[in-house]
């Protein structure tokens, strides 16, 4: 093979095509039909005596019919918000009927993750056919924004009372309705017709049935949210508008009971012709549908939803949080899977459509979610059914719980809940809240951990949410925040060049003490807020003393516990065990984020009450608390939301899924949407193996190995450069760049892992606009490098005012005097790296070798130098910290390599004599933001004098275009020889099992 490798682009390739393809029968197409305002007892199959609906009858004869399912809301649009995002209306974005002017509600966000672009990104045709209500034109939510490809019919919901509009949409295009028109014309396309020509129920009845006859080779997700039988409120008791009242016409009812039950005959008609066509088009196996309601039966346009039972044996209707007004039909049919004329009681809700649906086509749904699959249900496997221990809602100031047999409605915060037992009670006639002051009280607390102020956008289920997502990183964060660090560092150290700059002693030293409850405790950390503690370490020398949380001024503690149990999770942990906390090496070791809203004060009691930590000097005896805490501070104004303990309790599930999706980062990467095809070259010394990517987009997995005689050293001299849109932003060593340092050694973490086999993986997002350039280079001058690059894939990226470039840097120097407290002279700081620009720094990685003494003996511990962070220009570092090893999560000279998703050790030959050492850490919620500069120090302390170490740092940060950094990979350093002999080839234990 020819020394220099260059392989044109090669064609785009769906990550998931070969689940998603034509004719692939392993993935069922999905169509949800969404009844509006249909309620609970308008069905044959639910009990509805007069009103006719054979074909939805049919649907759960040959499905499984669900008793006790509940809308998402008892209004239409946070209802559709909740089925679009798995969320419950305590906690989705969209929570009333919000109207906007000219046209249409509230706005999705841009970038919300709906089900449908979920299944879009699976390789999914997706549509909506019906009604919107979630974002207005040119507005942020409409549907072709949130995941749909194809859309037809009302994005607001004033405009479809009009079942006669002059106009619809077809994607963002208005589209004439001619034999349509209105007599009083509105902006919003609302109002009553005067002349009426097309009937939208059957223009969308007859458009679905269209997408599906074009999707009959393709695996398909239809929306069809019918407005049927909803009324057309602005004609008042003539709102019940259809072509014909069919069979109700000659009955002796009132006209808008006719017009009602004839709306829903006609809904059951559609549903019967889309049926027969899956029949006819071969479908029926390959496909499952949902049929539901969005909310209760309504009492517009003069319709009685007494008069024919609308609302089943329940209280209540539309805009009620009483089961009248949200628990309605819901009907699965899916044949070959589900058992046919089946019932359960399962207790379900809108919010768990998403998770079901993407564990039927094998998707993996968002970590924040409410929702629980029900799949196991549908395809008969109970024993794996998971439940939920309670369902909430809220809607304009009322709130509802259920849980278990237990439903509780009203204002809690006005003293007036109500308390049922659906058991006994389905209609909600007797209240039994006098009688049960205990479970009153438990459902009060279940509401205030269900309900997050939608103006606080920042609280526990969705910082542990932001964890997994891998785009966030690449975007300088909004919010805005600055990252600061609180520690042990030993006070006497005030500014560089000072005789003291390298104080040791960085133990028991605190920010004062206060008196608590006759205690005297000390304070580690006195922060206002908003803000978040993001990444928490510590270790002592025995394990006394009681460590607190206070948050937001309260006189009692959120928490308290020893370090091990309250940081390093051990036990099972106080907040949470591994690998949100773990304990390696006698470091704890604490992820898990900690918000509040005005201030957060963490103190320690020492168990000797005389104990005095005001020296500079203290002596090891005392207590021996090394601590760092990492927190962020948001600018006044910022909504952020105190952690509770009834938080922790409703967000136990949510924890332990982060946690698991966290030890698996190679299940959760960015949707690859094509692939650059790799290759595998010989490189000569000098060689350069080359790959160019076109378009628009962002690196989202990239993979490779090296062969060679000297592996160690070529994982050195072998050398990974990137440029984006022309911008040159990455240089480092292959081994380096993949965290492993030089030689293989095996690890993981959320960012990178490095397997036994050799193959090397990063999932650091790499965004670009127009173009990128990856090179493999051979920067060695005598051994040829085998090089073995895989596809790498590429994910869409929308290119916005705050989204960033990568940057990887990586500075190196061998023989490095290092100073101790024998010959101070030789301390000195070294430069892990300087950036001029506005960015936000992610992670790094040192790689470093003991070397023997000079003058003979061993050198046994190098980890003592303390990091110093510098952002913007400080005169005096953010970060101070208090060791090396204390940096990257561990303490006491840990002498055996580890794996947590956030820092690891690969290789631990250095730490208690000659050979090597590889350090990695790499950040998400303790990230570091800076506007105009960004320079990271630490110290080079050694326990012993006279000692010379090689060192090598490798960093990791995100910046807009125009920054510069003192990287220094050049091919002359590359270059250097590195020590022998060589100690590599470690093993690693799995991330979070220490």
């Not at 679009?84 to 970038?111: D, F, K, S, W, Y």
């Not at 479908?283 to 949902?290: A, N, Q």
């Not at 006098?434 to 609280?459: G, S, T, Y």
Request: net charge negative; glycine share 12%.
């Amino acid at each position: 093979m020819m020394g220099t490798a260059m392989l044109a682009l090669a064609p785009a390739v769906n990550a998931q095509a070969s689940a998603a393809s034509p004719g692939n029968g392993d993935k069922p197409n999905v169509i949800f039909i969404l009844a509006d305002d249909l309620g609970y007892g308008d069905l044959g199959c639910y009990g509805q005596q007069r009103i006719k609906t054979p074909a939805i009858d049919r649907l759960a004869a040959e499905g499984l019919r669900f008793t006790d399912h509940y809308a998402g809301s008892t209004v239409c649009a946070p209802s559709r918000c909740v089925l679009m995002t798995g969320l419950h209306t305590g906690h989705c974005q969209i929570r009333n009927n919000q109207e906007v002017q000219p046209m249409g509600q509230a706005p999705l966000r841009a970038g919300t993750v709906t089900v449908a672009r979920l299944m879009k990104q699976a390789g999914y045709a997706t549509a909506l056919i019906g009604k919107w209500g979630l974002g207005g034109p040119g507005s942020t939510g409409v549907p072709n924004q949130q995941g749909f490809e194809d859309f037809f019919g009302y994005l607001c919901q004033r405009h479809a009372h009009n079942y006669y509009p002059e106009f619809l949409f077809r994607n963002d295009e208005r589209v004439p309705l001619p034999g349509n028109k209105l007599a009083s014309p509105s902006a919003d396309g609302s109002g009553v017709a005067v002349e009426r020509g097309q009937y939208v129920p059957a223009l969308c009845a007859d458009e679905a049935l269209r997408f599906i006859e074009r999707n009959k080779e393709h695996p398909f997700f239809l929306f069809f949210a019918t407005t049927l039988p909803h009324a057309n409120n602005e004609a008042g008791n003539k709102g019940m508008e259809v072509p014909s009242l069919g069979e109700y016409a000659e009955l002796d009812w009132p006209e808008p009971q006719k017009g009602h039950a004839a709306m829903i005959s006609r809904l059951d008609a559609d549903v019967g012709r889309l049926l027969d066509k899956l029949k006819k088009l071969g479908l029926d196996e390959k496909t499952v549908v949902f049929f539901t309601s969005d909310n209760g039966p309504h009492g517009e346009g003069g319709c009685d939803p007494n008069f024919n039972d609308s609302n089943g044996p329940l209280r209540g209707m539309k805009r009620d949080l009483h089961d009248g007004g949200i628990r309605v039909p819901l009907v699965v049919r899916w044949p070959g899977k589900i058992r046919p004329g089946a019932t359960t009681r399962l207790v379900s809700a809108g919010w768990d459509f998403l998770p079901t649906v993407c564990e039927a086509v094998g998707l993996q749904p968002p970590a924040n979610i409410d929702g629980i699959s029900y799949l196991p249900t549908l395809v008969g496997d109970d024993a794996r059914q998971r439940k939920h221990a309670s369902l909430y809602w809220e809607y304009a100031g009322t709130m509802a719980v259920r849980a278990g047999k237990w439903k509780a409605v009203g204002n809690p915060g006005g003293n007036r809940l109500e308390l049922y037992d659906l058991e006994t009670d389905p209609g909600e006639s007797k209240n039994l809240a006098a009688d049960n002051p205990q479970i009153v009280e438990r459902m009060k607390k279940l509401m205030a951990a269900a309900h997050v102020d939608p103006d606080q956008p920042i609280h526990l289920g969705s910082l542990l949410e932001d964890m997994l997502d891998r785009a966030r990183i690449a975007e300088f964060p909004q919010p805005e925040f600055t990252c600061k660090q609180a520690s042990s560092y030993n006070r006497r150290s005030k500014t560089p060049g000072n005789p003291d700059w390298f104080a040791g002693c960085d133990f028991d030293q605190f920010y004062g003490s206060t008196e608590a409850g006759g205690r005297k405790e000390w304070i580690m950390l006195d922060a206002d807020g908003p803000g978040v503690v993001t990444r928490w370490w510590l270790t002592q020398f025995n394990n006394a003393g009681t460590i607190r949380i206070y948050l937001d001024g309260a006189a009692e503690p959120l928490i308290a516990g020893q370090g091990k149990t309250l940081v390093g999770g051990a036990d099972g942990g106080i907040l949470t065990g591994p690998p949100l906390a773990n304990i390696v090496s006698g470091g704890r070791n604490l992820y898990l984020p900690i918000p509040f809203s005005t201030h957060c004060r963490i103190t320690f009691e020492s168990p000797k009450v005389d104990a005095d930590f005001t020296k500079a000097a203290p002596p090891f005896a005392n207590e021996s608390l090394f601590y760092n805490i990492n927190y962020l501070q948001y600018s006044a104004g910022t909504a952020v939301k105190s952690l509770t303990l009834a938080d922790l309790e409703a967000n136990r599930r949510l924890i332990a899924k982060v946690g698991q999706e966290l030890l698996q980062p190679e299940n959760h990467t960015l949707p690859i949407r094509r692939k650059v095809a790799g290759g595998s070259a010989t490189l000569k010394p000098g060689a350069c193996l080359t790959r160019k990517i076109s378009g628009s987009g962002a690196i989202a997995v990239l993979r490779l190995r090296l062969g060679a005689k000297d592996l160690p050293q070529a994982m050195r001299s072998t050398v990974l450069t990137a440029s984006f849109d022309g911008h040159p932003t990455v240089a480092a060593p292959v081994g380096e760049f993949f965290g492993s340092g030089p030689g293989l050694n095996p690890f993981k973490d959320w960012w990178r892992t490095v397997d036994k086999d050799g193959w090397m993986t990063c999932w650091w997002p790499m965004p670009f606009k127009e173009s990128a350039v990856v090179n493999v280079t051979n920067h060695g001058t005598i051994e040829s490098v085998e090089v073995e690059l895989a596809d790498i894939g590429i994910a869409d990226w929308q290119w916005t005012d705050r989204s960033m470039y990568f940057h990887t840097a990586w500075r190196g120097e061998n023989l490095i005097r290092f100073g101790s407290n024998s010959d101070p002279q030789y301390i000195k700081d070294w430069n892990y790296v300087t950036i001029a620009g506005k960015g936000v720094y992610v992670g790094d990685s040192l790689s470093l070798c003991n070397r023997p003494a000079m003058g003979g003996g061993l050198g046994p511990w190098w980890g003592e130098g303390d990091e110093k962070i510098f952002v913007d220009g400080e005169a005096f570092p953010s970060h101070f910290g208090t060791g090396s090893e204390d940096y990257y999560g561990y303490a006491f000279n840990g002498g055996s390599p580890f794996s947590t998703p956030f820092h690891c050790q690969p290789m631990a030959k250095g730490n208690s004599g000659v050979g090597h050492t590889t350090n990695e850490r790499v950040r998400i919620h303790d990230r570091i933001p800076f506007n105009t500069g960004f320079k990271f120090d630490i110290e080079l302390y050694h326990w012993q004098p006279n000692i010379r170490n090689d060192y090598a740092t490798t960093t990791h940060w995100y910046a807009f275009d125009g920054t510069t950094d003192n990287g220094q990979a050049t091919p002359e350093k590359l270059r250097e020889k590195l020590a022998q002999p060589w100690t590599g080839t470690e093993g690693a234990a799995s991330p979070g099992k220490n």
